[in-house]
């Protein structure tokens, strides 16, 4: 199982023909997961959670003209039939996508309630029973920690599942970092001819901090341990602050 190097769009024919490489399609051989398709632009985003996949969608619901509720899905049952369309996803440092996540789902306030938060908790973490608003950081990266890919929430699913097949051969055509969004969106979209798009920046983080000042080394290790097959197919690293 080799590392992909990110960014680097492969010497395949996919603007102009069909791709070139073998890649097993069978349904039962890919996880499920967003991907949303334009058969106008012959692209298919593949979306993970926590990785700007917000303003991705927004970006392509402004192109498409629809809602991002709305945008056209491709099942796994039918990539096969989109061989020659290109490919895409984005990634994002494990370390800096958990805590992420633990500040956009875990509230202070344990009487916070909306249409997406009950008793301070993304309603779609509840099914758990494990997180509780005001929890802290390192307890939330030890219950993200215990709870398996195959029951986890897509917030904190490993990312690989979204881009490999069981094979471990990748489905996508590029895959840009979430560190370089903008750029690495841009010129998807200038390979694929595609103008007059910008990127909105939707659910972006005040955060003050650098992730790595959030964790010590017993939950540094807890996430290496836990997101391995992230960190070494996506080719991240723990990162201090300069």
Known sequence: MRPIKIGVIKKILCFKGANTRTIDNSPSLIWPSLR??????????????KTGSSSVKAALSELLGVAATNLPRVKPREIKNFFHYFKFAFVRNPWDRILSCYLDKIK????????????????HFIRFQRFKAGMKFNDFVKVV?????????????????????????LLVDYLGR?????????????????????LPHIHSSNRKKHYSEYYDEKTKEMI??????????????????T
């Not at 949303?36 to 959670?49: D, N, P, Q, T, V």
């Not at 249409?115 to 993304?122: L, P, T």
């Not at 969106?185 to 694929?192: E, G, I, N, R």
């Open 224 to 241: 290496a341990k836990r997101y391995k097959k992230d960190i070494k197919l996506l080719n991240y690293k723990f990162e201090k602050k």
């Open 108 to 123: 202070q306030d344990k009487n916070f309630n909306d249409d997406y938060f009950k008793n301070g908790v993304a309603k």
């Open 145 to 169: 920690s215990r709870i398996p890919d195959e029951d986890a929430d897509a917030h904190f699913m490993s990312q690989y599942r979204r881009v490999y097949n069981k094979k471990s051969e």
């Open 36 to 49: 949303i398709i334009s058969h106008k632009h012959k692209i298919i985003y593949f979306a993970i959670a």
């Open 178 to 198: 979430f560190e370089n969004l903008e750029n690495d969106f841009m010129k998807v979209m200038k390979k694929c001819g595609i103008e007059n798009i910008s």
